[in-house]
């Protein structure tokens, strides 16, 4: 057992079950979410360390050789992921302790939370396409009891709709594992990728890859199957919205890497250059379209969810170096922004009972934290250097004109136009203005000022990433170079480090 | 009989979604339940439909083509998980029901 690689998967898990028992305890719950929280976190940094200096990690379930066993494999851009992972989740579940309410919290919230988180660390560590279907299914799961947890009608009305489309997802996930299993005879990733390479009849492959395409540009609401989102990242309450727009679409965006990136690289120029990059251009375009004519925070920011997931795209479309390093990085940044954003509408909501903008006004004057909390993260989400929007984006758009894609460029350009209108209009018309909202609202009395402190540690976060902004970078570049020359990867996984008889590697 | 299996597979897909897309809460569940029938069934039509290997049970000295028996592991997982869905679908659905009732 090669620990640092199992552990992000091992402490959510253990968490969750520890959770699920004592719900009635809060100081049960607070203290174990607080050591996995901060569990999470030290063994993620510790994986990403020891990738970044030994190169790609593997371990080996039950000590089975790689193509016949299960395999956990840990790449750069796995081990980041698994990174954002632990804070997104610190974030979200230090707002949940004063956001949830005690019914929910009775009904197994943070367990299912921590179901959730071991899921997704899951997603980014399996090694293999069929354990990345049962990893798929432990995060929806989780996320299809915490979108209806509280049973209240939204939610169940979009959690119903939501639960449709990623079941028949899941069932074309498996014709897809089923499909590539006949021709291929595996479905270990490493493996896969060397018989892509060395298949015979390309076209067939293409078309499974396009099976995969449509499953995960589903999981992470790409264009056109993007209408599921805004529905079920509203209905939950704040903080499982936050983590599903900080984790949940980044899972499927990460899927697309993996698979495009290392599996399925064999032809380029059309499974990424003809059909990712207008799938990309129609999602961030149609996403930041539809969140320009909402009037409610919470939808506005899950459109704004749909346009970003565009930019990752671009990313992988244009699969240069530079690209894909700027689309990862885009991906970490979504990921804190969004999650803070979103922590920011939970807070105005308790602040004046409402997240509709047309009942909100005078904010700037009640609250400065707020504003001023609410001002970097919508200008850090439109791109307005030097707040760490910008860097991703400016590597997208060099990337789109060193492959020749002006095209792209102008849709990323305008979108990001665009998603400046939109925050300026929540600016505009929550925090100008000196209408005073009424407060008669059965939430108005929780601990608002927790919350402040809790979104002030998002924000922290955001700004963060913009001092670091030149490690991060050096960061996905080395997960791009990997992506892009996935021999490392292969070897790592079927060959050295293989695990010898009686000892523990 | 490969033919006969994708007929099946097309037929359990194409009705699937027929009722998936149709009014009525009971049409769309035996419709999400068709479709993940449909996966499973081109799960099973991906070991061998045609006679001939034999299960993969080793004996001594034996050299026969053997079946492949990862696809069957693959069918049980899904099934498994696909069961958690439909209970967690019917509880689901029966709560809906009683908000439109």
């Known amino acids: 057992m090669n620990w640092p690689v199992s552990l992000p998967l091992l402490i959510p898990f253990a968490a969750g079950l520890l959770l699920l028992m004592k719900r009635e305890n809060l100081l049960w719950q607070r203290s174990v979410v607080l050591s996995a929280s901060l569990g999470m976190l030290l063994s993620s940094a510790l994986l990403l360390r020891r990738v970044l200096t030994e190169g790609v990690a593997a371990t080996y379930l039950g000590n089975w050789p790689a193509p016949f066993g299960i395999v956990l494999a840990a790449d750069a851009l796995g081990a980041l992921m698994t990174c954002l992972t632990a804070v997104v989740g610190l974030t979200c579940a230090a707002f949940a302790f004063f956001d949830i309410d005690e019914a929910r919290r009775r009904g197994g919230f943070f367990a299912l939370f921590y179901f959730l988180l071991f899921g997704v660390n899951g997603a980014f560590l399996t090694g293999d396409l069929f354990n990345l279907f049962v990893f798929y299914e432990v995060v929806l799961m989780a996320s299809y009891a915490l979108t209806v947890l509280g049973n209240e009608t939204a939610q169940v009305k979009h959690g119903f709709t939501y639960f449709s489309i990623n079941f028949v997802g899941s069932a074309l996930f498996l014709v897809g594992a089923g499909l590539l299993f006949a021709q291929l005879g595996t479905l270990n990733m490493a493996h896969l990728a060397q018989r892509v390479m060395a298949a015979e009849n390309k076209g067939l492959i293409t078309v499974v890859a396009s099976i995969f395409l449509v499953v995960f540009s589903l999981k992470s609401a790409a264009f056109p199957i993007f209408n599921w989102l805004p529905g079920a990242y509203s209905a939950p309450p704040t903080a499982v919205s936050a983590l599903f727009a900080g984790l949940l679409t980044k899972v499927g965006v990460y899927s697309l890497y993996r698979v495009f990136g290392t599996v399925f690289a064999h032809d380029v120029a059309f499974t990424h250059g003809a059909v990712l990059a207008p799938l990309a251009a129609c999602t961030m375009l149609f996403g930041v379209w539809g969140a320009m004519v909402q009037y409610d925070i919470k939808y506005i920011l899950a459109f704004h969810s749909i346009s970003q997931v565009g930019y990752m795209l671009m990313g992988l479309a244009l699969f240069s170096p530079l690209a894909l390093a700027a689309g990862i990085f885009h991906m970490v940044h979504h990921s804190l922004v969004k999650s803070s954003l979103f922590l920011l509408g939970g807070a105005i909501e308790h602040k004046d009972g409402s997240q509709d903008l047309k009942k909100l006004g005078g904010l700037a004057l009640r609250s400065t934290s707020l504003s001023l909390f609410f001002m970097v993260s919508a200008l850090s989400l439109a791109g307005i250097p030097p707040l760490s929007g910008f860097f991703g984006k400016y590597g997208l758009v060099v990337g789109a004109f060193e492959g020749g894609n002006g095209w792209l460029v102008a849709a990323a350009l305008a979108t990001s136009l665009f998603t400046l209108y939109s925050m300026i209009k929540i600016w505009r018309l929550a925090f100008w203005g000196d209408k005073t909202p009424p407060r008669a609202d059965s939430k108005a009395d929780r601990p608002v000022r927790a919350l402040l402190a809790v979104c002030g540690l998002s924000v922290l976060l955001v700004l963060g990433l913009t001092f670091f902004a030149n490690p991060l970078m050096a960061i996905s570049k080395k997960a791009a170079d990997q992506l892009k020359n996935p021999q490392n990867y292969i070897d790592a996984v079927l060959q050295s480090g293989r695990p010898v008889k009686g000892v523990t590697p | ?101």
């Open chain 2, 1 to 101: 009989m490969n033919f006969l299996a994708a007929a099946g597979v097309a037929f359990l897909f194409g009705f699937g979604f027929y009722l998936l897309l149709n009014p009525g809460l009971i049409n769309r569940i035996l419709g999400l339940f068709l479709i993940s029938h449909g996966a499973n069934f081109v799960l099973i039509c991906m070991a061998q439909l045609e006679k001939g290997p034999l299960p993969p049970l080793l004996q001594k000295g034996a050299d026969a083509v053997l079946a492949n028996p990862l696809p069957q592991a693959l069918i049980l997982t899904a099934l498994v998980i696909g069961f958690a869905l439909g209970a967690f679908l019917w509880a689901l659905a029966l709560r809906l029901g009683k908000e439109s009732a």
